[in-house]
């Protein structure tokens, strides 16, 4: 049911074959993070590898940038023989991020859909809702180019917290 990793496959070479010369602006990144969904029906937790893809507007000072993501599960959780696992997820935010040229922090309001399986013997349910959400974090960079980044977002019963790379051509 890992559905993501098809995409995740022709998104990236997709991503690595923008030159600075074609895509000055453009801004990609690959992160690790860990979903927790915590509502009436569901209490779980899932690692995930996510893929984001954007152009940025501004400067180091201050910037906008609107991007697309695309992720997955890559972990599932199992307890007494009832499996529940992060299918998908996909969607878009609006990061503004200031800062100077070296650390910067940012905010950025996402719609976001993401799609938890859950498997018993004889029973596969699915379920994959829109939800809005609002997330915050900071970088650093340690190229002109490249960044790490630690973020936190909060996908109505669901928080987000997470690592992540992002280089901008």
Do not use: H, K
């Not at 496959?9 to 000055?24: C, V």
């Not at 023989?81 to 940012?106: C, H, P």
């Not at 809005?132 to 909060?154: D, P, Q």
């Amino acid at each position: 049911m890992r559905t993501f990793l098809p995409a995740i496959a022709l998104l990236l070479p997709a991503l690595l074959a923008f030159t600075p010369a074609r895509a000055e602006g453009v801004v990609v990144g690959i992160g690790v993070s860990r979903l927790s969904i915590d509502d009436s029906v569901l209490d779980t937790s899932f690692n995930n590898l996510q893929a984001t893809i954007g152009y940025r507007l501004g400067d180091n000072s201050f910037s906008l940038t609107p991007e697309l993501r695309i992720g997955g599960g890559i972990s599932d959780e199992q307890i007494l023989g009832i499996v529940t696992e992060l299918n998908s997820f996909y969607g878009i935010s609006l990061r503004a991020e200031a800062g100077s040229d070296r650390v910067y922090g940012f905010i950025a309001p996402s719609y976001t859909r993401y799609e938890v399986g859950v498997a018993a013997p004889g029973l596969i349910v699915s379920e994959a809702d829109w939800e809005a959400g609002i997330g915050v974090g900071g970088g650093i960079r340690f190229t002109e180019n490249a960044a790490a980044e630690v973020f936190y977002e909060n996908i109505d019963d669901a928080d987000v917290i997470g690592l992540s790379l992002r280089f901008e051509f």
